[in-house]
């Protein structure tokens, strides 16, 4: 695996806004409106998120940041590689630094929601690679020919 700088991330960054905002309008194409759960940039710098950006270098690899439902529970969201990152396990180191994140925070479960129909098939290739299983929905998402909730007992 590549050995990518992973950050914790404050936004602020033009590359880092720039994916983000790719991601959202990814996120509306593949997606119904009811369906896109992707957080804006502002939401994303709530207390409540942790978020944090994977580098090559000088170019942006990857993004994830992690959302702490309780002290016992926490969230994947905005888990996305740059384009050209895709395939070079980017969002896969994201995706450790986040686990690990929850493991050091003492979390005993991490969920995420993600689409099922094709574009989806990558991300829910490497969240089954490192243990997550399709699970109930949880919070406010639901579970049909779209949507997916994953979860990971830590």
């Known amino acids: 695996m590549t050995d990518y700088d992973i950050r914790l991330d404050d936004l ?4 880092v806004t720039n994916l983000l905002q790719f991601h959202l309008s990814e996120m509306h194409r593949w997606s119904p409106p009811e ?9 994303l710098r709530q207390p409540d998120v942790t978020f944090f950006s ?7 690899a990857a993004v994830g940041a992690i959302k702490e439902l309780d002290a016992a529970h926490g969230e994947l969201k905005s ?5 050209e990152y895709r395939g ?3 969002g896969e180191a994201i995706l450790l630094r986040l686990m690990a994140e929850a493991r050091q925070r003492g979390y005993r479960w991490l969920g995420l ?7 989806f098939q990558p991300a829910q290739s490497l969240y089954r690679k490192h ?10 998402y639901v579970s049909d020919d ?9």
């Not at 888990?79 to 384009?83: E, I, L, T, Y």
């Not at 929601?113 to 574009?119: A, H, V, Y």
């Open 113 to 119: 929601e993600t689409g099922r129909p094709e574009p």
């Open 54 to 60: 994977a580098w090559d270098g000088d170019n942006l």
């Open 35 to 43: 369906s896109v759960h992707a957080m804006p940039v502002e939401r």
């Open 79 to 83: 888990m996305r590689a740059a384009p």
């Open 12 to 15: 602020t960054g033009a590359e």
């Open 146 to 154: 779209f949507s997916m909730c994953m979860e990971q007992t830590l």
């Open 131 to 140: 243990g997550f299983t399709e699970c109930e929905p949880f919070g406010d």
């Open 88 to 90: 070079k396990r980017a």
